[in-house]
């Protein structure tokens, strides 16, 4: 979730004109117009803050430390305040002090569906992966923007977005909603995410903290991991995504971290976060992760949907414990201070929301379609078999519901356009989960969009259902077209990587019939390919939105020239994964709640194992070769990167477009060597656009972070040689560049 409907400073523009160049830095926070990042306008509303609880009754001081689901669920469910919106959760305010109601929505791809209670659609952007494979945080920041604003048009002033949590097993049901593997990129892109929603005067959350690595057994899987690869992986992407985005709430996770719940873990919540990185905003816990009343003294401030939980802790109890104990009492002090910070910094007092307001879907959805142009990854492209040429006659479409739409993630982020989902396909069974887990199609249509340009070609669509007809059709084309699907949820992962329900023998069998099949693959993460070297070509498009099919269309027929990078790698086994199966996936029965069979039930997801070397990173530590690697990507032209200096603090180079053709592409700046040990790390990327014949300098900042490595309590670059080195993607690296580093512990 956010959980859930349950039971029925740093571097942004860096580069010039065409060149976004990004790397997290070591730096004051921006000051720049619209920034939120902390400032004057962050102590004006400490300040604000501390002025209001002084003002605020006994009875008042439990009253933003707890809300609902404003929806009939839950054992016992509560009374619905008059000004609720269905949506996630509700939070009542203080009406006599002029503190607003917080009315919270899901989630980071756009204004969820909540069943269509709200008789409403919104914007729905592409999956987390579709939005990271674009590489372009300001792209990503005008996507959170429009999605803020389409949140604030229906009256909420929360958006439970900003998902950050690092991809640790390809087979996670909630991939699809993140960012991808790097901390770098992860962080970078969540913060402008973050950003973008909150300049609509609302607040967003980044979440889920921490280590929240898969959906079997989500409420007690126990992720267990030092604090050196904690801090130098999955916390790093945390810390640098609050750092740009400002955010004013950050939500724990289901999951527990070495031992305790996430949502209790006095190390997770008072030490990294609140101590380490000064965060001054407030921690929400997700939707029925809240263990108890002790929650409250780990460092948890808000709970969320408090009717999912055993008890409504930090209502009555929690008054009762400030009633008769100093301490407790200034802990519910500094709950409500940090509610009303995140409530004071971004204006939800002086710019309130109600419903109703104007939404221009045109012009959102433009944004939609430019982020999924962006974000398709062109995987594969044998004898120029894209862009679709004129002389392609006849094209036979096959399988993943084309003649309909594009398929969609689903769970608390579900989103879905104005009208509904174009077709929606139950789970089944008699769980009370089954009319909200279902594989919806947005209303976007690939058949549609190919036939709107193929021109006076004949299009041909078959299902795909049976492999005799699809192949007939196929061996009568000139291009056979087959759209595949990997449906992924909240609360379930998936077995394995492969293709569902035949359709990598659909493929195999089509590729056979015809040479010239092109692959279109909308996917929630990566997926095994056994029919690869038969076909032509091969597009990754993820989910892709609101207007995914004309995005599809706009690259086949080169409208668009890709320019979509992996921001995961794409395992060739998975014998290659840290674990060869998702833990727990073999003794627990499916279930969206993620709750222990029993309450004996212990259940261990070992990352030490990886530690801070996750995907790309695992595959140099290992010696493994992937199916794709991290941060491939092809492009109708050519490009090249040349002249990299440095010093280990910044990076210059020059980006050459050697085709024929205007395009972009995303220059990657690795580290390669590590005190003169092998240590594959991102440091620095530019996304760069480039007219044919052009070139664009690029300088890029590096964190020294990303340089280091955390022991005994703080970061630390060991003295001796570091080398860099740029690349086309994680394993296709040009000349290394070694600087000597002087030993530094900050």
């Known amino acids: 979730m956010t959980g859930t409907m349950m039971k029925a400073g740093l571097a942004f523009l860096l580069g010039t004109a065409a060149a976004t160049t990004v790397a997290a830095r070591d730096q004051a926070p921006s000051t720049e117009p619209g920034s939120t990042a902390p400032g004057r306008a962050g102590e004006d509303a400490q300040r604000r803050a501390d002025a209001t609880l002084r003002q605020m009754t006994q009875d008042e001081r439990t009253v933003l430390t707890h809300g609902i689901m404003p929806l009939p669920v839950g054992a016992t469910p509560p009374p619905i305040p008059a000004d609720a919106i269905p949506g996630a959760g509700y939070v009542g305010g203080v009406a006599r002090l002029g503190i607003p109601a917080l009315k919270e929505t899901d989630a980071s791809l756009g204004v969820a569906y909540v069943f269509g209670l709200r008789r409403d659609g919104a914007t729905a952007l592409p999956s987390g992966l579709a939005m990271a494979s674009t590489w372009n945080p300001a792209l990503i920041e005008q996507g959170g923007a429009m999605i803020g604003a389409e949140a604030r048009a229906k009256g909420f002033n929360v958006m439970l977005a900003g998902g950050v949590n690092l991809m640790r097993d390809p087979r996670n049901g909630r991939n699809f909603e993140y960012f991808g593997e790097d901390p770098l990129l992860s962080g970078t892109l969540a913060g402008h995410a973050i950003r973008g929603i909150q300049s609509n005067h609302i607040i967003a959350t980044i979440k889920h903290f921490a280590l929240n690595g898969q959906e079997t057994g989500r409420k007690f899987v126990d992720s267990r991991i030092s604090e050196g690869a904690a801090r130098e992986s999955d916390l790093l992407a945390f810390q640098l995504g609050i750092e740009i985005g400002n955010p004013g709430s950050v939500m724990c996770a289901y999951n527990k971290v070495n031992g305790d719940p996430a949502c209790s ?34 460092g948890l401030d808000q709970q969320s949907g408090g009717q999912l939980d055993k008890a ?75 862009p679709l040429a004129a002389s392609a006659k006849r094209i036979a479409v096959i399988g993943g519901y084309a003649d309909t739409g594009v398929v969609s993630g689903a769970g608390s982020s579900q989103v879905q356009g104005q009208g509904g989902p174009a077709v929606s396909i139950p789970l089944g069974g008699g769980s009370g989960f089954a009319a909200f887990i279902q594989e919806a199609y947005h209303r976007s249509v690939p058949l549609k969009a190919i036939k709107a340009q193929a021109g006076d070609a004949t299009v041909t669509y078959r299902n795909g259902r049976y492999i005799s007809e ?3 059709q196929a061996k009568q084309a000139d291009v056979a077209i087959v759209f595949a699907t990997q449906w992924s949820t909240e609360g379930f992962d998936q077995p394995d990587l492969t293709l569902p ?5 659909l493929i195999a069998a089509v590729a056979d019939a015809n040479p010239n099949t092109i692959v279109v693959l909308e996917t929630g993460g990566p997926v095994l390919m056994p029919w690869l070297g038969k076909t032509a070509a091969v ?20 409208k668009t020239n890709p320019s979509g990078r992996l921001p995961i790698t794409f395992p060739a086994a998975e014998k290659q994964l840290p674990r060869e199966k998702v833990d727990g996936f073999d003794v627990l029965e499916p279930d969206f709640t993620g709750n222990p069979p029993h309450a004996d039930m212990v259940l261990v997801a070992n990352y030490d194992i990886e530690g801070s070397d996750l995907g790309y990173r695992w595959f140099a530590r290992k010696g493994e070769k992937p199916l794709f690697p991290f941060g491939h990507g092809l492009s109708y032209t050519a490009f090249a990167t040349s002249g990299l200096k440095t010093d280990g603090a910044t990076a210059t180079f020059t980006v050459t477009n050697t085709g024929k053709r205007a395009g972009a592409t995303v220059a990657q700046l690795y580290m390669v060597t590590q005190a003169g040990a092998p240590r594959q790390r991102l440091v620095g990327y530019a996304r760069v656009d480039l007219a044919a014949g ?24 060991a003295g001796g040689d570091y080398g860099f080195a740029l690349g086309e993607n994680a394993d296709a690296l040009g000349p290394v560049v070694t600087v000597r580093m002087k030993a530094r512990r900050w």
Do not use: C
């Open 265 to 298: 873990s006095n190390w997770l919540l008072n030490t990294v976060l609140k101590r380490d990185w000064g965060y001054k905003g407030f921690v929400m816990s997700d939707w029925g992760a809240v263990p108890d009343l002790q929650a409250a003294m780990n």
């Open 312 to 386: 409504m802790f930090f209502d009555r109890p929690l008054a009762d414990a400030a009633a008769g104990k100093p301490a407790w009492a200034a802990r519910r002090d500094d709950m409500n201070r940090r509610v009303l910070w995140a409530i004071y910094d971004n204006g939800l007092d002086k710019f309130p929301v109600s419903p109703g307001g104007k939404i221009d879907f045109d012009a959102h959805g433009r944004i939609a379609q430019d982020t999924a142009e962006q974000g398709i990854v062109l995987l594969r492209n044998e004898r120029g078999a894209l």
């Open 501 to 505: 329900n035949g359709q990598d023998a």
């Open 470 to 472: 699809a192949v007939t």
């Open 694 to 717: 052009a070139s664009q300098p690029v300088t890029v900042a590096i964190d020294p972070r990303l340089l280091a490595d955390w022991k005994n309590g703080a970061w630390s670059i």
């Open 539 to 558: 597009v990754e498009a993820w989910y892709p939105g609101a207007r995914g099919a004309e995005a599809i269309a706009n690259v086949l027929y080169g």
